[in-house]
């Protein structure tokens, strides 16, 4: 197992694998947030690769206040091999590094199994609401 930043030619087994993992939504392009990432931090979007194809991905960002986790992914036929575990040791190293002091993620509240991942791994449920406003549409 490697973890390294994501390259371009990733692209097609990436967006595989967040389908699989079931993370597009119809309102996110993922290209296009492919395409965004790419020019902000693209040293922290991560892959994994195992026997030379692409099992697994983190998306992380730091603005300065906050550390974010996005697109966290694990091939389903490797998951339960530490993969994820590995992938949040390196965003939280890379952050880290920043000097970043807290890092977020989010989860679907109905996503039960990856809330207790997070959960094993010492992330706590806040107590806040998420809001958003869709400034740029993908469609």
Not at 42 to 62: C, H, N, Q, T, W
Request: proline share 4%; charged share 25%.
């Amino acid at each position: 197992m490697k973890i390294r930043s994501f390259l371009q030619q990733d692209e097609g087994a990436v967006i595989r694998l967040w389908n699989e993992c079931g993370l597009v939504r119809p309102w996110n392009d993922p290209k296009k947030d492919i395409a965004r990432k790419l020019t902000i931090q693209p040293e922290l979007f991560l892959v994994v690769e195992k026997e030379d194809r692409v099992v697994g991905s983190a998306m992380i960002g730091y603005e300065g206040h906050r550390g974010w986790v996005y697109y966290l992914a694990v091939d389903p036929s490797c998951q339960g091999q530490g993969i994820g575990q590995a992938l949040m040791r390196e965003a939280e190293h890379l952050l880290i590094e920043r000097g970043c002091p807290k890092i977020q993620l989010l989860v679907r509240s109905n996503n039960v199994q990856v809330l207790d991942f997070y959960a094993k791994l010492g992330y706590e449920t806040g107590d806040v609401l998420m809001l958003g406003k869709r400034l740029i549409p993908d469609a």
